[in-house]
């Protein structure tokens, strides 16, 4: 990823990847010149009085010299390629670089540190040293727990020969200080969702808007639960919800402002890029949003997820037996997910039983009521100096049966109408055209009428 330049970072990061060039040298040299002398890892730059999110989270953290090592390592990269260059020295007698370094090369050149790269840079050929090295990156360990360092996903090899990996949003904070947030892109099928609206802005009926208000609570309170020693180890982490009804009754926006009003990251997953033909591809695509959103806090949002958590097929062919396996793997990996995933569907029988079982909650999002209604076209229209005379929003409310999104529909038209003729003042007839344009989508009248 590109890394956007950050004068205090830089300072910073700079005498860490000097440092890690020291030990580098001092690791290769003592490796061929004195492989039998003592070996003690060179004490990093001094952070006390360092004011950088960097040097902060090494303070917050209490990370000790061998973690920082690891880290600017797994940092060096993105940073400062160059600085592993030592690494690519080829052993003449073999004609391949040495077993002892690890690392992967790039088809650049570059050379990319592996586990077996930071077991060499710590443990200087010391068994016990090298075993210590390897419960510093495991699961359990805190650079891996706190997001600092990402295990490899499944396709890659395990133990040393994993290779090192910086959390992208770990990186992005501790190099630009913000937050990182992919694009949407081939192998990232999700694109993060926002909204100029706010909270009171979401006109629902009380049950579903109390039954949203627990994902709220989940997102406030769901670590304390979790670490509450009498009740937090009957609960699995996250939360999994399946916000259901017909289409422009809110769900989307909803989920939007769920992510807003908490200050997460909200991401709409693609389930045209998602889905393959292909076996196997499913579960690739599926893989690598769960990987990003892993621990990024991010609330995860499938829209017309039936394409995706529908029902299984009974197995008749081959084919039928690789989609049920599909089916398995997500069920999985949703389940395994410790942030928020909200799935949204226009009817809730065409879910698959087998997740509708795993939800926390399953919210009905109905056809909004007259009261509902009038508040959307109060909210639509809320300046009377943009609308004329004749515009009876509580007769509109009570004469139509429509969701909010028809109403935003009916809103985009009538205001294009009235610039479109030379004015600011909304009239009755062209809101009554733009009625009349979604009941004809919804098959409510005819074409002709």
């Not at 003690?40 to 902060?56: K, Q, T, V």
């Not at 006109?203 to 039954?211: G, K, M, S, V, W």
């Not at 989307?252 to 997460?264: F, I, N």
């Not at 709409?268 to 990024?296: C, H, P, Y």
Request: hydrophobic share 40%; with cysteine; charged share 25%.
């Amino acid at each position: 990823m590109e890394v956007a330049a950050n004068p205090a970072a830089a300072e910073t990061l700079s005498r860490e990847l000097f440092w890690l060039g020291q030990v580098i040298d001092n690791a290769v040299q003592r490796q061929f010149r004195a492989p039998d002398e003592p070996y003690d890892l060179l004490a990093p730059p001094e952070l006390e009085s360092d004011s950088s999110d960097y040097a902060d989270s090494i303070r917050t953290h209490g990370f000790g010299a061998e973690h920082r090592l690891i880290l600017i390592l797994a940092m060096a990269p993105h940073l400062m390629p160059h600085a592993l260059d030592p690494f690519l020295a080829r052993n003449p007698n073999l004609e391949r670089c040495f077993t002892m370094f690890g690392g992967i090369v790039s088809g650049h050149g570059c050379f990319r540190p592996t586990h077996e790269t930071a077991a060499f840079l710590l443990s200087g050929g010391d068994l016990h040293r090298r075993l210590m090295a390897g419960a510093l990156l495991a699961g359990d360990g805190p650079l891996v727990q706190e997001n600092f360092i990402d295990l490899s996903s499944e396709q890659h090899p395990t133990g040393f020969a994993q290779p090192l990996l910086i959390n992208t949003n770990r990186l992005s904070l501790l190099t630009r200080g913000e937050k990182y947030r992919p694009d949407f892109r081939a192998d990232f099928p999700a694109k993060r969702l926002t909204t100029a609206l706010q909270w009171n802005d979401l006109i629902l009926p009380r049950q579903t808007l109390n039954d949203v208000e627990e994902i709220l609570a989940w997102i406030e309170y769901g670590n304390s639960i979790l670490a509450d020693p009498g009740f937090g180890r009957f609960i699995r982490p996250g939360f999994r919800s399946l916000f259901h009804g017909p289409p422009g009754t809110g769900k989307t926006l909803t989920a939007t402002l769920l992510g807003k009003v908490s200050q997460l990251d909200v991401y709409r997953v693609d389930l045209s890029m998602v889905v393959s033909k292909w076996i196997g591809e499913t579960e690739k695509n599926l893989a690598a949003v769960f990987d990003q959103a892993e621990g990024n806090g991010w609330i995860l949002f499938f829209d017309e997820a039936d394409a995706l958590f529908g029902k299984r097929t009974d197995v008749s062919h081959s084919n039928d037996r690789y989609a049920n396996q599909e089916v398995s793997y997500i069920l999985q990996r949703v389940e395994d997910f410790d942030g928020i995933v909200i799935l949204a569907s226009n009817l809730k029988g065409n879910i698959d039983d087998a997740f509708a079982r795993r939800f926390q909650s399953m919210i009905h999002f109905p056809m909004p009521g007259g009261r509902e209604r009038l508040r959307l076209w109060q909210n639509a229209f809320s300046d009377p100096d943009r609308i004329t005379p004749d515009v009876d929003l509580r007769a509109l409310a009570n004469d139509y049966e429509l969701s909010g999104g028809a109403i935003v529909n009916i809103l985009r038209y009538a205001v294009l109408a009235a610039h479109r003729k030379g004015t600011e003042a909304v009239a009755l007839a062209d809101i009554k055209d733009g009625i009349a344009r979604e009941l004809r989508k919804d098959g409510r009248i005819a074409e002709s009428d």
